[in-house]
């Protein structure tokens, strides 16, 4: 079983930086995918970001993000990071890392594909 646990999240005034991280532990593979998604109050959970294969370098990105947010990941502390940057008030969310496994190309902008979860880690857009 993996686990991903989520940290990094806090407050940031409009236009500011956060760089949110997820470390993983567990049963995985580096050819699973692994990525982000969010959830707004009242909203559902949709995608941010995915590395196609967790050991790779290959990366989509959610049109809302692209330009903006920049996933990193160090190998070496099994950790993935989702650096923010001119953040907006409608980038306000619980930020959730999340794995899948056996993932075609169309599946892996859709939450509802992905197998694993962290609990999430809250980030607030405020001045």
């Known amino acids: 079983q993996v686990q991903l646990v989520e940290s990094g999240g806090g407050v940031v005034p409009p236009g500011g930086s956060l760089r949110p991280s997820c470390e993983v532990s567990?049963?995985?593979?580096?050819?699973?995918?692994r990525g982000w998604s969010r959830q707004a109050p009242g909203k559902e959970r949709e995608f941010v970001a995915v590395?196609?294969?967790?050991?790779?370098?290959?990366?989509i990105y959610a049109d809302s993000v692209k330009g903006r947010f920049t996933m990193s990941r160090d190998d070496a502390k099994n950790t993935m990071y989702l650096q923010k940057n001119n953040r907006k008030v409608e980038d306000t969310a619980v930020y959730y890392c999340?794995?899948?496994?056996?993932?075609?190309?169309?599946?892996?902008?859709?939450?509802?594909?992905?197998?694993?979860w962290g609990p999430g880690t809250q980030v607030t857009v405020s001045s």
């Open positions: 999340a794995e899948g496994r056996n993932l075609i190309t169309s599946s892996l902008r859709d939450p509802s594909y992905y197998a694993y």
């Open positions: 567990g049963q995985t593979s580096y050819n699973y995918a």
């Open positions: 590395f196609r294969r967790a050991g790779g370098t290959s990366t």
